[in-house]
C-alpha cells in the first residue's frame, strides 16, 4: 500500500548508466575523475545499501539506545571526515571536530524533537536520523570549508599573523580577520542555497516527501524549519571548530605555534 | 635594572642545537649587534626575544620580568621586532602606519594622531623620502622601501627596544646611512636600547657601542 511508486534494484542500473556517459568523456579526455566517480559512487551505494539495512533494524527495533548509538556513528563519521577534507590539518582537529558536529548536532536536533515535533518515543528514528543526517551532513561542509581556510589562511602564510604579533597585537588581533573568513567561507553553501532555495533548487528532502506522498504545503514547512536548523548547526560548528583551532595554534602567551609543534607537515 | 635581558638562552631544532647559552643585556643607550652568516638562527634569535618562537631554554627578563600571558602583546609593543621584510598590509603607506592604531595596547598608548602623522613625514624626510611617499601604494614599493615603512612604524610606536633584523638589508648605500642616523639617534633620546643585526662589517663599526653577538662558527 505505497503511496508512492517502487524503485526496483534492478532499475537502479538505469541510473548508474547515465554515470557512464561522464565516465567516457572523462576517459577521452583524460580528465582524471573517471576514478574517483567509479570510487565515490561504489562507496555511495555500498554506505547507502548498509544504511538502509541498519535504518530498517533500528526503525524496527526503535530503542532509545539504538538510536543513540547510530547518531553518535554518524557524528563520529561527519566529524572525521570534515577534517580529512582540509588541505592542512592537525592530530588534534579531529577530536575537536567530532566533539563540536556531535554536540550541536545532537543540541538542535534535540531542540526541534523536543520543541516542534514531539514524536512519540522522543527519539522516534523516523524523525530523530533524518534530521540528524541533514544536520551532519550540511555542518561537515560547513566545518571542512572553514577550518581548511582559516588553517591555511594563518599558517600557509604566518609572516601576515607573526607581522600583527610583533607589532603588539594580541592572539584574537591577530587572528580576528582570519577567523571571520573562516566563517564567512563555511557558510557559503548554506547561504547560497538558501537564497536560491524554491527557485532554481529543490530541496532534497522537500523532494522525498513530496515523492513520498506529502502534501507540498507540509512538506513546504518541514524544509523551513529543516533549513533554519541546518543554518544553526553550520554557522554553531564552524565556530566552534574554528575556534578551538585557534586556541590551539595559539598559545596563551599570544604565540602561533610552529608546524612542528602541531604536527603538520607542510610542503 | 637593563631594560632587555637574556640568560642563557636555547633554541633546538629537529636537527639540534642551532644556537646555546646566549646571555645578552641590554641597557639605556646600548647599541648591541648580532653578526653571523646566513642560517645560523639570528632572525630566529630576534624571534625567541620577542616571544615569536619557543624559548628552548633560557630566560627572557624585561625590566626584570618574564613577559607571560596578557603581558606579551605589551611586552612586544616595548620590544619591537622588525622583520627583514616588514609586514605590509594593501593600502598606502600611511595605512601602514597607521596599522598597529588598530591593536589595543597602542590605542591606550597614543592620543594625538596629528602629532604622528607630523611625525612620520619628519622621520621620512629625513630618510630622504619625499612627502607624497605616504600617498604610495604598499603594493608597489621595493623591498628597501618596505624595509623604511617598517622601521618607521616601530619608531612612531615609542618602543623601549628595538630589534632590527637586517634593517638595510635592500637599501641603497646612501639610504642606509640616513637610516642609521635616525635609529642611533632614537636610541640616544632616552631609555633605550637597540638590537642590530647585520652583514657589512663597517655597518657593525659604525652602529655598535655595546656587546656583539656572533652566531655560528662554533662547531
Known amino acids: 500500500m505505497n503511496a508512492y511508486i517502487d524503485v526496483t534494484w534492478s532499475s537502479l542500473l538505469i541510473a548508474a548508466s547515465l554515470l557512464i556517459a561522464n565516465l567516457v568523456l572523462s576517459a577521452v579526455l583524460r580528465l582524471g575523475m573517471g576514478r574517483r566517480l567509479l570510487v565515490a559512487g561504489a562507496r555511495m551505494v555500498v554506505q547507502l545499501f548498509l544504511l538502509g539495512l541498519v535504518l530498517e533494524w533500528v526503525f524496527e527495533s526503535a530503542n532509545g539506545p539504538a538510536v543513540l548509538a547510530l547518531g553518535l556513528l554518524m557524528g563520529g563519521v561527519a566529524g572525521v571526515t570534515a577534517v580529512r577534507r582540509t588541505s592542512i590539518r592537525f592530530p588534534a582537529a579531529y577530536l575537536d571536530s567530532v566533539v563540536v558536529i556531535v554536540t550541536t548536532a545532537f543540541l538542535v536536533t534535540g531542540v526541534s524533537v523536543l520543541g516542534i515535533l514531539k514524536p512519540t518515543p522522543l527519539w522516534d528514528p523516523q524523525y530523530v536520523i533524518p534530521l540528524l543526517g541533514m544536520l551532519l551532513g550540511n555542518a561537515l561542509t560547513g566545518i571542512s570549508l572553514g577550518l581548511d581556510r582559516f588553517l591555511t589562511g594563518v599558517l600557509r602564510d604566518r609572516t601576515r599573523v607573526e607581522g600583527f604579533l610583533a607589532l603588539g597585537a594580541t592572539r584574537w588581533e591577530a587572528a580576528q580577520e582570519e577567523v571571520r573568513e573562516a566563517l564567512r567561507v563555511g557558510l557559503i553553501p548554506t547561504v547560497n542555497s538558501m537564497l536560491v532555495m524554491g527557485i532554481v533548487s529543490l530541496p532534497g528532502m522537500m523532494t522525498g516527501q513530496i515523492l513520498a506522498g506529502a502534501a507540498p504545503a507540509d512538506a513546504v514547512r518541514y524544509q523551513i524549519m529543516i533549513v533554519f536548523m541546518i543554518a544553526a548547526t553550520v554557522s554553531t560548528a564552524t565556530f566552534g571548530v574554528t575556534m578551538l583551532a585557534y586556541a590551539r595554534i595559539f598559545t596563551s602567551d599570544h604565540r602561533l605555534r610552529s608546524a612542528g609543534e602541531l604536527g603538520i607537515q607542510l610542503d | ?219
Open chain 2, 1 to 219: 635594572m637593563p631594560i632587555l635581558a637574556a640568560v642563557d638562552l636555547g633554541c633546538r631544532l629537529p636537527s639540534g642545537w642551532i644556537w646555546r647559552g646566549i646571555t645578552l643585556s641590554l641597557s639605556a643607550g646600548d647599541r648591541a649587534v648580532l653578526t653571523g652568516p646566513s642560517g645560523t638562527g639570528k632572525s630566529l634569535l630576534l624571534r625567541t626575544l620577542c616571544g615569536l618562537d619557543r624559548l628552548g631554554e633560557g630566560h627572557v627578563l624585561f625590566r626584570g620580568e618574564s613577559p607571560r600571558g596578557h603581558d606579551v602583546p605589551d611586552f612586544r609593543a616595548r620590544v619591537m621586532y622588525v622583520q627583514q621584510q616588514p609586514l605590509l598590509i594593501p593600502g598606502t603607506v600611511q595605512d601602514n602606519l597607521d596599522l598597529p592604531t588598530r591593536f589595543k595596547v597602542h590605542a591606550r598608548r597614543e592620543s594625538g594622531e596629528g602629532e604622528n602623522g607630523g611625525r612620520a613625514g619628519d622621520l621620512l624626510a629625513q630618510i630622504g623620502k619625499p612627502a607624497d611617499f605616504l600617498e604610495q601604494r604598499a603594493s608597489v614599493l621595493s623591498g628597501g622601501e618596505g624595509q623604511v615603512v617598517g622601521i618607521v612604524r616601530a619608531l612612531l610606536l615609542h618602543p623601549d627596544v628595538l630589534l632590527l633584523d637586517e634593517p638595510t638589508a635592500h637599501l641603497d648605500p646612501e639610504t642606509t646611512r640616513r637610516v642609521e642616523e635616525v635609529v642611533l639617534e632614537w636610541v640616544g633620546a632616552g631609555d633605550r636600547a637597540l638590537l642590530w643585526t647585520s652583514h657589512d662589517p663597517a655597518q657593525v663599526d659604525r652602529v655598535r657601542r655595546g656587546s656583539r653577538i656572533q652566531l655560528g662558527g662554533v662547531a
